[in-house]
């Protein structure tokens, strides 16, 4: 089918999204003096008969990268999803049912129906191949956390007896009450197996385009090179596309969208989610793995007696590596949890996760031959599950803390030994133990490393929030150029004790402290320069031929990432500026010219009363 041919099949837009691409308050000029106002990085929708007003103004912006225009297609169902959700619980109860009907008749509608809804499938992929890794990996993950589990205690829980017994009518209702049992056991073992992996494409779904438009105005308060959401993809999109996937490009210029008869596509902004989900499916190979060991114990034979030994169905095999691996589920969905609440879950997350519950059972296994080095240690001591089940979740910040303790050991020793970390983050304020850990898998194991890292690349993937990255690299800059020096310990954090009780915490905190000192000298009493507080503070840390305040100022100065924490602290951040597009050319309107946000196409107050006056008056101010 031609391009024609497809975008005459497709409905025209009714509404187009425009976008405020800079941090500044917007002023857009439209026909009869009217004026559209955006505010900064605002996404407003208009109707395509009241866009039309503003076209040309429109046009001349998005050709300066100011603003970005989109058709605003309604969000639909994903048809996809849909049959993969319909397939997946129609195969589920064939199975059931196939249990009790083994006739060849049953079998051919079932194929039948199975066939067409994977002809559906593949007709709903077609018009959104987007979708075909989601697909895939959401199917292989139901299949090995569902059907795994159904096979494994229909053959291993003897239900094929209760079932013969059943069709055969004998002892019905202890063989009722053994399909029950089962039945539950089979469905809370999906459950936990498929609850991590559910986790991540729930977050998939939701929350990284949230991210990604975060991290998108974070680099605009924190890189000064970049001043539109342009110049940010341009610099930042491989990287945002690695960790947060790819997204579609929009329709293009506004004249684009809005000429009826353009043959352009308009794919909207359905974003193109990341195919890397092998490591989840690998994580759930391994959970699914465990839970059946854990709970399909042969001591519980069919049919079931009573109501009361269904409760024996989830009792867990009293093994060591049975209870490794529920203490290294344990900490998988802690560790998956607290990654999701922080935004942080990735599918390094999952090899983690699968590699963790392997070590643990090998652990189990070290610690089983270590117990039989007894004789009078069986496999069943509740010593050895304990200590089993606590290896398995013992969290990774525990090991960190570990680290950290056996290293101060050996500081306060005065050892030579490796264990020594100069610098640890620990001597940091507000990084607790899980920011270190994190910081620690991303090659950042102190304060050296911290202040010379590459801090957008850490805002990307560590997602701890950008203020806090900020703050801490100010931190390590002035911990660095203070305190990380070949003198005695108690003189060094001395100094930086010195500052901290005059509220000085980091680099951009000494050089306002110094701004400040320089200004209340020059101002002075009775017209006479005021020096002896700024002489004060340029020997706050100690005497001597040169003021070694000045030295680390100057040392400072010239630090990697300074230009930029100077620029995230600047007010302009809190106070935009307003601009308006005048003759095709970009005007800064000074703040007393402003107005406050009018309707959508609705004249301003200037234009009411006399248009030409005030855009006069707002340019020569």
Known sequence: ?????????????????????????????????????????????????????????????????????????????????????????????????????????????????????????????????????????????????????AAAVYFGGDVHEAVDQVVNGTNDELAFLTLIGRGIQWAFISVAAVLPALLFFLFDRVKLVTLRQKFEREMLCFDPSVKTLSEVRARYGPGMDEVFGPVPHHAGPVTNVLDKGSEKSRSGSRRMLPDRRGPVVMATVVITIGWILALLNPDVEAPLESVQQIVLLFEPQRSPVVFAFLGAYVFTLNAVLRSYVRSDLRPKSYTHIAIRIIVAVVFAWVLEALFFSTPQATTSDDALLVLAFVVGMLPDTLLVRLQETA???????????????????????????????????????????????????????????????????????????????????????????????????????????????????SQGENGKPKSDELDAFMFLLGEGPLSRVQVILDAIRDEQWMRNIRYWHEEEHDRPTTIRLEGGDIVEVPARATEPPEEDGAPSAAARTDGKRARAHATTG
């Open 407 to 521: 290293r101060s050991f050996a500081k306060s020793l005065r050892s030579s030994l490796s264990l020594v970390e100069r610098y640890p983050l620990t001597d940091l304020e507000g990084i607790d133990i899980y920011d270190r850990a994190r910081l620690l898998e991303e090659g950042v194991s102190n304060i050296e490393g911290l202040a010379h890292h590459d801090l957008p690349s850490l805002m990307m993937y560590t997602r701890i929030p950008a203020g806090r990255l900020v703050h801490w690299t100010d931190q390590a800059i002035l911990f660095l150029h203070v305190a990380a020096t070949n003198e005695e310990d108690n003189v060094a954090e001395g100094r930086m004790a010195t500052l901290k009780s005059y509220g000085i915490h980091t680099a951009t905190d000494l050089e306002s402290a110094h701004d400040q000192a320089v200004a209340r000298a």
């Open 1 to 149: 089918m031609s391009d024609s041919d497809t975008s005459s099949t497709q409905p025209e837009p009714s509404r187009i999204t425009v976008q405020n691409e800079t941090r500044a308050r917007l002023l857009v000029p439209g026909e009869h003096g009217r004026e559209l106002v955006l505010a900064p990085l605002e996404c407003r929708r208009l109707e395509v008969e009241a866009c039309t007003e503003f076209e040309e103004s429109l046009r001349r912006l998005e050709d300066l990268r100011y603003v970005s225009t989109w058709p605003d297609e309604p969000e639909r169902p994903n048809k996809a999803l849909a049959f993969v959700g319909l397939g997946f619980w129609y195969v589920v109860l064939w199975l059931i049912g196939a249990i009790f009907f083994s006739s060849p008749a049953y079998w051919l509608v079932g194929l039948a129906g199975a066939v067409a809804l994977g002809l559906g499938a593949i007709w709903a992929v077609k018009g959104d191949p987007a979708v075909v890794p989601l697909v895939i990996s959401l199917l292989l993950v139901l299949t090995i956390g569902v059907i795994g589990p």
